[in-house]
């Protein structure tokens, strides 16, 4: 009898043995896919804030050009005198272009003190200008060396009298997307369907700008002529997306995500090999654990069978190893009961170096109850969680306050009646922090460190919903802002724009909405605040701050700040009423003598 229990027993545990094996096959699989959705996933976030990035590198240039430009069209004179070549000369000493010219109507090129030697008559950047339009376009200069021309139009009296040209090397575009993909091991390229690559990655140690066809011999690169036919092929069928390639047996993984700018794309490579290895790691100590614990379990099981009387101390082994084994998984691992407090009831060293504690102090400050260390709103999360197998990214506080945002995989399981995750903890708050400061770097006036007009459009609607309806919308506007920048340039220009956002800073509250609308336009949105008094005093507070910020030639020559005024709900409860009515009071304000205030229902409706 016994014989044949030992044998029922040794069949079960080999039963069990195998069960684990394919469920951890399946599981590997599981993993596998998971990895390389979310890798994909984060490559494509990396690539599009890049891309949002650069677009935004390209709008400025061309919003800075066609100050230039304007400013060249306001003139009686030709758009060749010394006087606007002298000027353009010191602006490409101040600024990241490498050269600042103007073309004529014949496509004639012209910089200090001499015509250019080409001319670019034929360029498709120049005919778009005469047409009106502003563009970019990727030239070679004599060295074969990548250069971006932005072209803009120069009117007067409505009519195309030339194009303002500003220069630069696309290999500045790449301290853009100069991200450390996957600990430096990805790296990212400017490319375009036909192969031409326009910016390559620091990582990049091939020489020259070339193709991909100059990439087949490259070590670093890695990509044979099939594979450049499969990444051209996927560019020209236009969109976004992701494919992987081999090379000598060496997988790829590549995201493909076109940058809105001509036929330019931004490709971004990382060997599949780094997406294998998470999942190994994941996988190994999954089996590792799965098995050890049925190990240990057999062993107890048949000491039990055969020593009854020593049946507790068994037990007791049994628990002190599988405490060893959650020392020995590297990553943070956690077995707890869902329910309201989400006891732990094992955890190994990873999982309390995540939460910067040892498992006494745990215990001590946090009653061994993961509950305590979540944000309030992420706490339904965890007794949401469905049986079987799940992932979910939460918000935590460390022992030192620290805010940490965890990616979790959790097997969920109903023992005893209760529900017991084990679950899997990532810390992602690096990659996290890494997007955040992207996205409020795209919505930032680079000049003027306000928000920029792209951030004006998207937010205020937002905050007119939060203030409950009450808020005062002020729009500043430089009166005689021209005369500076024909007097002294535009860098001084510049530097006076950067005053008027230091005195607004100083003015207005720290929670009050600032940014710059564009050219020497500005707009503030107070919130909670709808009293005429309350926005008298600013306006008049800023005013004063401003003037006292000027020197006296800039006085002289009647530079000063002009604000209309618009009260919400009063005027308006959307951001384009209430623009409309403050832009308005704005132009009573200079038609009242400039250097003032004035509410919108102070102005002339006729």
Sequence with gaps: MNKKRSRKAIAFLLLAMLLVVVASVFYGAYIHKTVEAETGDYLAELSNQSIRIIKERISNDSLYLEGISKSIGSQEKEIYADTIMDILERRTKTTRFTGLFVADVDGEVYSKNSVKEDNVAEREYFQRAMEGKVSVECVHDENGVHEMVTAVPILREGKVIGAMLGQYRMQELQELIDIDYFGGKGYVMIARPNGEILVRDKRDKSQGNGNFNDAVADDRNDITKEEVAQISEAMVSGGDGTLSFKNNKVAYFMNYASLGINDWYLLSIIPRDLINAKTLNIINATVFYGLSVLIILGVVAAWAFYSWNKNHRSIEQARMKIQSIYRTVPSAIVSFVIDEECRVMNANAAFYHLLGCTEEEFVKRYDAKLINVLEKDERVKLNDLEEGMGSQEFCLRDATGKEKWIF???????????????????????????????????????????????????????????????????????????????????????????????????????????????????????????????????????????????????????????????????????????????????????????????????????
């Design 408 to 606: 979790a995989n959790f097997d969920v399981q109903v023992i005893e009646g209760k529900r017991v995750a084990q679950a899997s903890l990532v810390d992602t708050s690096r990659q996290r922090e890494k997007l955040t400061k992207a996205e409020q770097s795209a919505r930032m006036d680079s000049l003027t460190g306000l928000k920029n007009k792209r951030a004006i459009e998207t937010e205020i609607e937002e905050l007119l919903r939060k203030s409950s309806g009450k808020g005062t919308c002020l729009i500043m506007d430089l009166d005689n802002f021209k005369q500076i920048n024909d007097t002294f340039g535009h860098l001084e220009g510049d530097r006076v724009l950067q005053s008027l956002a230091d005195s607004i800073r100083k003015i207005f509250r720290n929670d009050d909405f600032a940014g710059r609308i564009g050219g020497d336009e500005f707009l503030v949105y107070m919130k909670q605040a709808s009293r005429k008094d309350l926005a008298a005093k600013k306006a008049e507070q800023l005013i004063k701050e401003f003037n006292s910020r000027l020197p006296d030639e800039a006085r002289e020559l009647g530079l000063s700040v002009s604000i209309g005024i618009a009260l919400c709900p009063r005027d308006g409860t959307s951001y384009l009423e209430l623009y409309d009515k403050a832009d308005k009071a704005l132009y009573a304000a200079k038609n009242c003598g400039r250097n003032c205030w004035k509410f919108w229902d102070e102005q002339d409706e006729n």
